[in-house]
């Protein structure tokens, strides 16, 4: 009987590593076509916003040719930082909660920018996307100061 439970143990490994196997195989096609995707919008995005460079001096004001620009930069930081997570993915086979959250700033500094260019904040509202900032911020500096273990394999 235990001979039984050694072939079923065995084949059912076997499966097992089959399986993980074409998962992790998957999940890397998966990443290198979104990781191809992210690459080009990129080089598009650059080029647009070298394109648009002109449209900046002939907005009626400078503050709206500005506000283009300075739009479409932080829209390609948010990018970047998006490349920088799948190309960590590849090497370490993980994401660290520190590049996850200077994402997260990037994107809440571009919409805080926004809204201060559309005039559409309060005090108040000030306010609080200054303290989610600042959660972030201290959430990245406490990943960054207190790193997990790592595992040993």
């Known amino acids: 009987?235990?001979?039984?439970?050694?072939?079923?143990?065995?084949?059912?490994?076997?499966?097992?590593?089959?399986?993980?196997?074409?998962?992790?195989?998957?999940?890397?096609?998966?990443?290198?076509?979104?990781?191809?995707?992210?690459?080009?919008?990129?080089?598009?995005?650059?080029?647009?916003?070298?394109?648009?460079?002109?449209?900046?001096?002939?907005?009626?004001?400078?503050?709206?040719?500005?506000?283009?620009?300075?739009?479409?930069?932080?829209?390609?930081?948010?990018?970047?930082?998006?490349i920088r997570v799948f190309v960590e993915y590849f090497e370490f086979e993980r994401v660290r909660l520190e590049v996850l959250l200077e994402i997260g700033v990037a994107l809440a500094l571009r919409e805080l920018l926004l809204l201060l260019f559309a005039e559409k904040l309060s005090g108040l509202d000030l306010f609080l996307w200054s303290l989610g900032l600042l959660a972030m911020v201290a959430g990245r500096t406490l990943a960054v100061r207190f790193p997990p273990e790592r595992r040993r394999a």
């Open 1 to 82: 009987m235990s001979g039984r439970s050694g072939s079923s143990t065995s084949s059912s490994s076997v499966l097992q590593d089959f399986l993980l196997s074409i998962y992790k195989r998957a999940t890397q096609l998966v990443f290198n076509l979104v990781l191809v995707a992210l690459l080009i919008g990129l080089f598009v995005g650059v080029g647009r916003t070298f394109l648009e460079l002109g449209l900046t001096l002939t907005e009626p004001t400078v503050r709206l040719g500005l506000k283009e620009l300075v739009t479409n930069v932080l829209s390609l930081v948010i990018v970047l930082e998006l």
